[in-house]
């Protein structure tokens, strides 16, 4: 597991603005920070991956560089995912895209449990690719967990990498335990769940935060 939080760095501060209930009253603000916030989460990844060497031709000679070796596909779960992905994307520029909607629904009979709706999915072709799925909260990881599942149907990556902002201790075991071969790339793991299942202190419903109350 990496955890950006870990070590001090600049990336306090745009979690920190995340928090705080004034600055979320700026939109842009916020998901401008869970964009900066992809971007640093994806430079530490890229640092993991294999990499070919190739000559590139610059207008004075031949350099030696390197190239990613396997395509990235960036899976992004909606809404409350998308500004994360622009980091990501921002960084993994060539990457294929796919996208999963899915949410928090509630049951009838019991006001606080509640099941993860899935009713969009698409996706490149994900046999033998680097698979990052990118969702800002971890929270009970159900949501998660679902969608890998569910994304397998396109193909078996060669790796598969979950990148969250905000995650629980409780969500990080659930995800632990029921799909290790995923990596954990993390900005901050908090406290604890309370009794709707929101992280604490965390920063709200990031959904609603990015683009407004649903
Ligand atoms: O770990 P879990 O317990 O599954 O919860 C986390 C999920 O909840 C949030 O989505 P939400 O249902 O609020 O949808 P939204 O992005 O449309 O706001 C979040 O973006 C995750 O997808
Ligand atoms: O704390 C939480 C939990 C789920 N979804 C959110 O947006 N925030
Ligand atoms: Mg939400």
Redesign the pocket.
């Known amino acids: 597991m990496f955890l950006l939080s870990q070590k001090p760095s600049i990336a306090d501060h745009y979690i920190a603005e995340l928090r705080d209930v004034n600055i979320q009253k700026d939109r842009l603000r916020f998901r401008r920070n869970m964009e900066r916030i992809g971007e640093l989460l994806a430079y530490e990844l890229s640092k993991t991956l294999t990499y070919r060497t190739e000559q590139t031709e610059t207008p004075l000679g031949q350099a030696t560089s390197r190239q990613l070796l396997q395509p990235v596909v960036l899976a992004t ?5 998308l500004p994360l992905h622009e980091g990501f994307l921002n960084m993994f520029d060539k990457a294929d895209n796919a996208f999963i909607g ?3 629904g509630h049951h009838i009979n019991d006001e606080d449990e509640f099941e ?1 709706e899935m009713d969009y999915i698409t996706s490149p072709d994900l046999t033998g690719k680097i698979l990052i799925l990118i ?10 967990e679902k969608v890998y599942h569910a994304l397998l149907r396109f193909g078996i990556p060669a790796q598969t990498h979950i990148a969250a902002v905000i995650a629980s201790p409780e ?1 990080v075991a659930f995800l632990q335990k029921r799909i290790p071969q995923c990596r954990l790339w993390l900005g901050s793991v908090d406290t604890r769940l309370n009794e709707q ?1 929101y992280i604490v202190p965390g920063i709200g ?4 935060l990015a683009f407004g109350e ?1």
């Open positions: 779960i909606l809404r409350a995912g899915a949410y928090r993860v969702d800002p909260m971890l929270a009970t990881g159900r949501s998660l969500g299942y419903d990031a959904g609603d649903k």
